[in-house]
């Protein structure tokens, strides 16, 4: 299938929704097979802290499509990437991929086992990777991010499912990277490329642009303050649902708003929580655990270039946990 024209068809295809001219029982105007399909996230991830007990798990993993929307189920192929899988054959089971009639998204469901030995020992990781099939091609340019590709900035044919009986990364905060509004550093070079989120006490490391550390500081440390302080589930940017009865229940999360109100609320009980945490704690305040790194939309460490160096964000020394207020 021609690239160009699957990326035409994100405009025209999208056009014709906003502007109401189709139903879910009618195809847009063209054939199904300039239909493509791709992962909006290359990292997903799943635990079993709230069901210790569980013998297994059913992962959905959302799909995007460009193209038209059909009236019938549509199979998706979809096959196991073993360069970026840990988990052994008995501990997953691919269950299938599906983009149901009238949808313009689907799912590939994947069972994983709590198998607790093993994740006692660590993460386990399955990766993914969709195939073209009769229904659905996978000609789409990576590199060409078109504004209405399901309002995402990444088009990925793989991705890897990461499982723990530890603390999971919320799904809200790499909504349009919503992650860079809660969680900020400054960042912090030495001689041998490891980055820090403070100066050292030399005052001999160089500062890398603080342009990098907008994309926001993620660790699990700061994940188990934001599941003790905020609601489990939030509305960020609206991507649960805008219908008046969710957001009666699911507000939505708008930081670029100066008007949200609940958002300013949500933001002042996680700064209150660290303030406090802190003025009580001077000798021990609240930091990042040892996986802090600085990640974009997807979920992935964000590598730089300063000084003719490439740098891995990744952070060493469990710099403290600062609320970004860029933005609130």
Not at 61 to 70: D, F, K, Q, T, W
């Amino acid at each position: 299938m021609n690239r160009l024209r699957i990326i035409s068809l994100v405009l025209t295809a999208s056009a014709a929704l906003l502007a109401g001219g189709c139903s879910q029982d009618e195809l847009l105007p063209y054939a199904t097979e300039d239909s493509a399909i791709y992962f909006p996230t290359n990292n997903q991830m799943y635990s079993f802290i709230d069901t210790p007990d569980a013998e297994y798990a059913d992962v959905e993993i959302r799909l995007n499509i460009i193209g038209p929307i059909a009236n019938y189920d549509r199979p998706v192929a979809v096959e196991v990437n073993q360069e970026t899988t840990t988990a052994t054959a008995g501990q997953y089971t691919v269950l299938g991929g599906m983009v149901k009639a009238g949808a313009a998204s689907g799912t590939v469901t994947v069972r994983i086992n709590n198998d607790k030995e093993s994740l006692a020992q660590g993460d386990l990781m399955l990766g993914l990777r969709l195939l073209d099939n009769d229904q659905f091609s996978t000609a789409i340019d990576p590199e060409s991010k078109p504004p209405l590709v399901g309002g995402h900035d990444l088009v990925s044919f793989e991705t890897v499912l990461t499982w723990s009986n530890d603390i999971k990364m919320p799904d809200y905060l790499l909504q349009r990277n919503f992650l860079r509004y809660v969680s900020y550093t400054a960042l912090w070079v030495d001689d041998d490329g490891n980055v820090y989120g403070e100066q050292n006490k030399e005052g001999t490391r160089k500062r890398i642009s603080a342009k990098y550390a907008s994309n926001g500081l993620y660790s699990k440390n700061l994940a188990r303050i934001l599941r003790e302080v905020w609601p489990e589930v939030l509305n960020v940017f609206g991507y649960l649902g805008t219908d008046a009865d969710f957001l009666e229940k699911y507000p939505m999360i708008n930081p670029g708003n100066v008007m949200d109100m609940y958002t300013k609320q949500l933001f002042h009980k996680l700064e209150t929580y660290i303030y406090e945490y802190n003025q009580a704690h001077p000798d021990d305040i609240l930091r990042h655990s040892d996986d802090a790194a600085v990640l974009n939309t997807s979920g992935n460490i964000v590598s730089v270039k300063s000084g003719g160096k490439t740098y891995e964000l990744k952070l060493k020394e469990n710099p403290p946990i600062l609320v970004n207020p860029f933005g609130l």
